[in-house]
């Protein structure tokens, strides 16, 4: 976020602390032991959200397309 979204570090910090509640607030009702008989082989947390919430903040920093997401400008560090 720092290099490739040319975020600040406070605004980094705002964004990792709305990914953990937005994120890994909540897990999935049907990962949590004790509530199933049977184990179900799952992660406690989906990937879709977590997509998601990364295409929404890449969509809020970079909110045009004019520039391409990866390029590296010459004078720019190189991430």
């Given amino acids: ?5 040319r975020m600040s570090i406070k605004q980094c910090i ?6 953990g509640k ?3 607030g909540k ?6 032991r004790g509530v ?7 992660s406690a947390y989906g990937s879709v959200r ?3 919430w990364i295409k929404a903040l890449v969509r809020k920093a970079i909110p045009d397309e004019a520039e ?9 560090c190189k991430t």
């Fill in 27 to 32: 897990p999935r009702w049907f990962s949590v």
């Fill in 50 to 52: 977590l997509e998601r």
């Fill in 22 to 24: 937005d994120v890994f």
């Fill in 14 to 19: 705002d964004e990792y602390i709305r990914l």
């Fill in 36 to 42: 199933v008989p049977l184990p179900i082989p799952r």
């Fill in 68 to 76: 391409p997401l990866f390029s590296s400008p010459p004078e720019k």
């Fill in 1 to 5: 976020m720092l290099g490739r979204l």
